[in-house]
């Protein structure tokens, strides 16, 4: 796949900011203003306009003249955004910090989704793709391992403000690289409006209508978003637990341990393509819901955090999997929408789980990762209802028509 190596390491290094900015974020705050509190309100600002500036990115890069450009300015934006903190929390007014936050926040859905939707552009469909977006995925996991790595180190070291500048750094990489990738060009319509054709860009509402119609679309993006709800509860809750078996500060380890999994497991299982992509991901969520299930019954924290690796072992394949499902089902002109939309719902069911654990911070961290897994067996559940030929609208055909590629295939022959 042509500059296939390219986007992987701009990936890694966009994905390593991202990664490391939940926790540099709080970590700064706390220092310069002894609150983690105003770290956390900086850090919803952050992650909030990921939902809301989702499609607007989606369709204003399946809009523009200049992909190359588009992509670099919203990664410049980004980067800009973490110097910009770096700087400004706990010196500059909070509105000025907090606006900052949501400007750096809105260019998020391109670092995350955005860039995943170039890969269909680097390569052929087929065994080959479906293995880039394996180590895609395994970009996210390798950051999530890296980044509060370094982040903590930094700290310990001496201050959060050099974390930060790492992060830019990163940032920075990640927009110089992605210039030298090779992007397709989109020439105009006779009546000068952008790009014609089966592939021609939709409006805001296209990718929600698509994510809606398709069934497999409809069944990844609804059953992931559930799964998330937990996920995103899972920091908080290992904390809690490595508290309650005796470990204050095994919470980190736990966390440590599923992140590492979920490497391996993108790096392994996620790059199988001889097993269609719903079943994979439905494997993947039942395989992560019994682990962690079993990690609420540990008796200790090391035990927790073999279980707790497995659990990321099972994980690892699901963003593949996912990736691969927008790829193949989405149409054409909303592909980047598709994938920034399904990034930016994931992130904010994340959020939202987040801030049910904080509700239920008093309940035994038991039940809550017991919960955890529930939630995560009900999506992988919940991809199995939905993704049946008979969940699917009736108007579906119109969704994945000539510009949906290789979704024009007999949605039963397809169906996961």
């Given amino acids: 796949m042509q500059g296939f190596g390219r986007y992987l390491a701009a990936a890694l290094a966009a994905r390593f900011a991202s990664e490391g900015m939940s926790l540099a974020v709080v970590l700064l705050a706390l220092e310069r203003t002894g609150s983690a509190a105003y770290g956390a309100f900086v850090l919803t600002a952050w992650l909030a306009p990921h939902v809301l500036a989702a499609p607007l990115a989606g369709a204003a890069a399946a809009r523009t003249r200049r992909p190359r450009l588009f992509h670099v300015a919203a990664l410049a934006g980004f980067t800009g955004a973490v110097a910009a903190l770096s700087v400004l929390l706990g010196r500059a007014p909070a509105p000025l910090v907090l606006a900052v936050?949501?400007?750096?926040?809105?260019?998020?859905?391109?670092?995350?989704?955005?860039?995943?939707?170039?890969?269909?552009?680097?390569?052929?469909?087929?065994?080959?793709?479906?293995?880039?977006y394996a180590w895609d995925a395994s970009t996210y996991n390798a950051a999530a391992v890296t980044a509060?790595?370094?982040?903590?180190?930094?700290?310990?070291?001496?201050?959060?403000?050099?974390?930060?500048?790492?992060?830019?750094?990163?940032?920075?990489?990640?927009?110089?690289?992605?210039?030298?990738?090779?992007?397709?060009?989109?020439?105009?319509?006779?009546?000068?409006?952008p790009g014609g054709g089966p592939g021609a860009p939709a409006g805001l509402g296209a990718g929600l209508t698509a994510l809606w119609r398709v069934r497999e679309l409809r069944a990844i993006t609804s059953a992931t978003t559930l799964a998330f709800v937990g996920i995103g509860t899972l920091t908080t809750t290992s904390v809690l637990l490595a508290s309650r078996l005796g470990s204050p500060g095994g919470g980190g380890w736990l966390m440590t341990a599923f992140a590492v999994g979920a490497l391996a497991g993108s790096l392994t299982l996620g790059r199988i393509?001889?097993?269609?992509?719903?079943?994979?991901?439905?494997?993947?969520?039942?395989?992560?819901g019994v682990a962690l299930a079993a990690a609420a019954f540990a008796p200790s924290v090391a035990t927790a955090a073999v279980l707790f690796a497995a659990a990321g072992v099972c994980a690892g394949p699901l963003l593949a999997a996912t990736l691969r499902i927008r790829s193949e089902y989405a149409p054409d002109a909303v592909r980047t929408q598709v994938f920034t939309l399904g990034a930016g719902l994931k992130l904010t069911a994340a959020s939202v789980g987040a801030a049910l654990v904080g509700l239920a911070a008093d309940a035994p961290p038991q039940a809550l990762l017991a919960g955890i897994a529930v939630l995560i067996l009900a999506a992988a559940v919940l991809h199995v209802v939905v993704a049946r030929p008979g969940a699917a609208p009736a108007d579906e055909a119109a969704a994945t028509g000539p510009s949906a590629g290789s979704a024009t295939a007999p949605a039963g022959r397809r169906t996961p």
């Fill in 101 to 132: 936050a949501l400007l750096g926040g809105a260019c998020g859905p391109m670092v995350t989704g955005g860039m995943s939707s170039l890969v269909a552009g680097l390569g052929p469909a087929g065994p080959g793709r479906d293995r880039a």
């Fill in 148 to 193: 509060p790595a370094v982040v903590g180190l930094a700290v310990a070291l001496g201050s959060a403000a050099p974390a930060m500048a790492v992060l830019a750094l990163a940032g920075a990489l990640a927009a110089v690289l992605a210039a030298t990738l090779p992007y397709g060009t989109r020439r105009p319509d006779p009546d000068g409006s």
């Fill in 273 to 288: 393509t001889s097993v269609e992509p719903g079943r994979l991901a439905r494997r993947a969520m039942a395989g992560t």
